[in-house]
């Protein structure tokens, strides 16, 4: 563990769409084991499951995590990272919000945003995007777009298709990027973010990356290689089962 770094896994058990998803299979493997497996081989730093219900935390442990309860009132992941945080008697530089619904993040991509926000010292934020290769992704509201320059700096997150791509436009098969769900916050972002009152496009398009945007705190984001699915809704699981298909053929 080469890094002054925490990460933390918020394995929310009570999800809307759809409960209990962090313990759902993908191949035999329960989603928060795929996440778990990848942070660890990250080696970025030590790994935390943050959990509010006894199921998940019983599991986490069961694999030999590192795992605690976080209050059910968390309004957000970022939040019962930041209790975990709180409760994991250190202050580490950097901290990891490695959300537990997304089974195909590679430590590779977890490493490579790291190194991004540590190479950009106007941002408080890193995360990493992925150019959108299903068409039919561009107008899904669970696959979150971002604009950004080309320095790689995040303009703007949304579930809607942006940049718009103008009819009259010269940049034809300008590409679309999604956005990979996590992030590395430095130490003291992490500490102002969770002090912010939910923002009106937060609010709008629930995505808490725009609170740290519209309070003008920067985002680096870094472009990796087509991650798989997250696992938002049911529907999802046969989506990740036939990702999984494609890759091991």
């Not at 709008?204 to 809704?233: C, K, S, T």
Request: aromatic share 8%; charged share 25%; net charge positive.
């Amino acid at each position: 563990m080469a890094e002054n770094c925490l990460i933390v896994i918020p394995a929310r058990y009570g999800s809307q769409r759809f409960p209990g998803k962090v313990l759902a299979p993908i191949a035999g493997k329960p989603v928060l084991q795929w996440c778990w497996e990848a942070a660890v081989k990250s080696r970025l730093g030590r790994v935390i499951v943050a959990t509010e219900h006894e199921r998940v935390l019983a599991f986490a442990r069961s694999l030999g995590a590192e795992a605690l309860m976080t209050s059910p009132a968390c309004q957000s992941g970022t939040d019962r990272v930041y209790e975990a945080y709180r409760a994991s008697g250190g202050r580490p530089a950097f901290v990891v919000n490695f959300q537990g619904d997304e089974p195909f993040m590679t430590s590779a991509t977890l490493v490579k945003a790291f190194k991004k926000l540590k190479a950009s010292p106007d941002c408080g934020i890193a995360t990493a995007c992925a150019r959108i290769k299903e068409k039919a992704d561009i107008s899904n509201p669970n696959c979150v777009k971002i604009a950004m320059n080309s320095a790689g700096r995040a303009l703007y997150f949304s579930r809607c298709p942006v940049p718009y791509h103008h009819e009259l436009s010269d940049l034809k098969g300008y590409p679309y990027f999604k956005h990979c769900g996590f992030y590395v916050y430095r130490r003291e972002t992490l500490e102002k973010f969770v002090r912010l009152k939910p923002s009106p496009l937060e609010r709008l398009e629930r995505l808490e990356q725009l609170r740290a945007m519209e309070n003008g705190i920067g985002i680096a984001v870094a472009e990796v290689p087509a991650l798989g699915p997250a696992i938002d809704v049911p529907a999802d699981l046969k989506a990740a089962a036939e990702f999984l298909r494609k890759i091991r053929r």
